[in-house]
């Protein structure tokens, strides 16, 4: 009995040569929106201190904005929170699938196909 192929490590291995390929539009779209929501998430934590330092003033609060963003950004493209992995995943299947994609036709406003009438 070979104890490699029932180990998780194994199982991992088969799992990750099995993954499709992704898109890398829909990888930078997800990881921006998971940059965005954790900046909001950092924002709402910093808002509910109650107290104010010495020197806060609208220069340090710029400040501290930009690097929260940053630190969002930084965060998003670990992937250790997952949000982008799961829209990932959840809009993965829906990119790949034809049947599923946006039609540009429809969004420019030009004139859908005619519709084919089985009545003579």
């Keep these: 009995m070979d104890i490699g192929t029932t180990t998780g490590i194994a199982l991992n ?3 990750q040569q ?4 992704r898109d890398p539009a829909l990888v930078k779209a997800a990881q921006a929106f ?3 929501f954790l900046r909001q998430m950092i924002g709402a934590m910093r808002a509910s201190s109650i ?28 992937g250790k929170f997952g949000i982008a992995e799961l829209l990932i995943r959840q ?13 540009p036709e429809i969004a420019l406003g030009a004139p859908a196909p005619a519709a084919q009438d089985s009545a003579p």
């Design 51 to 78: 107290s104010e330092g010495i020197f806060d003033n609208q220069a340090t609060e710029q400040f501290r904005d930009m690097a929260d963003a940053k630190t969002a950004e930084n965060m998003a493209q670990t």
């Design 13 to 15: 291995a088969t799992a």
């Design 91 to 103: 809009f993965g299947a829906r990119v790949s699938d034809p049947a599923l994609t946006a039609r």
């Design 34 to 36: 998971e940059s965005i």
């Design 18 to 21: 099995a993954a499709p390929a």
